[in-house]
């Protein structure tokens, strides 16, 4: 089984070998447990463009990934939108 510090692991590690270098920042916004306890939801954002935080205008980017807690594989990665 995996346990949440593990999911953010993987998540982290997963987003990092998929998105290369092109961004700075990153950080852990959300985990949790789904309904039927079966998967883990972690929430990453990032700042896509490096530059944009040397000029002064960052711009957070959101993640969301679906981690099986049993097999601790990334089932999905999708866009968080925040409103």
Known sequence: MTDAKKAVGIA?????D??????SGLQLE???MT????????TLSYVEHPLAVLMG???RSYKIFKISR???QVVSMKIREIK
């Open 35 to 42: 309904e039927h306890e079966d998967h883990w939801l972690v």
């Open 18 to 23: 998929v998105c290369g270098g092109s961004f």
């Open 70 to 72: 049993e097999t601790g």
């Open 57 to 59: 205008e960052p711009k």
């Open 30 to 32: 959300e985990l949790e």
């Open 12 to 16: 982290i590690n997963y987003f990092k």
